[in-house]
């Protein structure tokens, strides 16, 4: 892997797995990168994203949903997709890829409990953070 100094996550809505994955990344790496992150149709943060990040301390209050015709390709060196069902956003650039396929925490088509869907933010959360604490190894950062 080439030497990244700028990194975005993609997704569809920008509400959920990137919204977690930018704060995360930021908390793992601090200055050592600039992230972003984006959608192609983006929303607004998920409320239960808020949640499950707060509770490991990490504040998605100040993020908002954003849109992957916002960034500057010229700005990324790493682009990390995170969809899985659905199609994900395009960027255009020579920016280095890994696709990480993450199902949608949010499960809009399931009837669940607000305990149930926070776990599986949960869930998603933790293998965020798992695959950003690998990457920053395979970096040394």
């Not at 943060?45 to 301390?57: H, S």
Request: with cysteine.
């Amino acid at each position: 892997m080439d030497k990244v100094n700028n990194l975005l996550f993609l997704c569809v809505a920008n509400s959920a797995r990137s919204q977690m994955a930018e704060g995360l990344a930021r908390h793992i790496f601090g200055d050592a990168l600039l992230v972003q992150s984006a959608g192609s149709a983006p929303s607004r943060v998920n409320p239960y994203a808020i949640k499950a990040m707060a509770e490991l301390g990490i504040s998605l209050e100040s993020h908002r949903s954003k849109s992957v015709q916002d960034i500057d390709p010229q700005s990324v060196d790493l682009v990390i997709t995170l969809c899985a069902e659905e199609v994900c956003p395009l960027f255009l650039s020579d920016a280095q890829r890994l696709h990480w396929p993450l199902q949608d925490p949010d499960r809009k088509n399931e009837t669940l409990s607000e305990e149930e869907r926070l776990t599986h933010f949960r869930t998603t959360r933790d293998e965020i953070e798992e695959r950003l604490e690998a990457l920053k190894e395979k970096m040394n950062l």
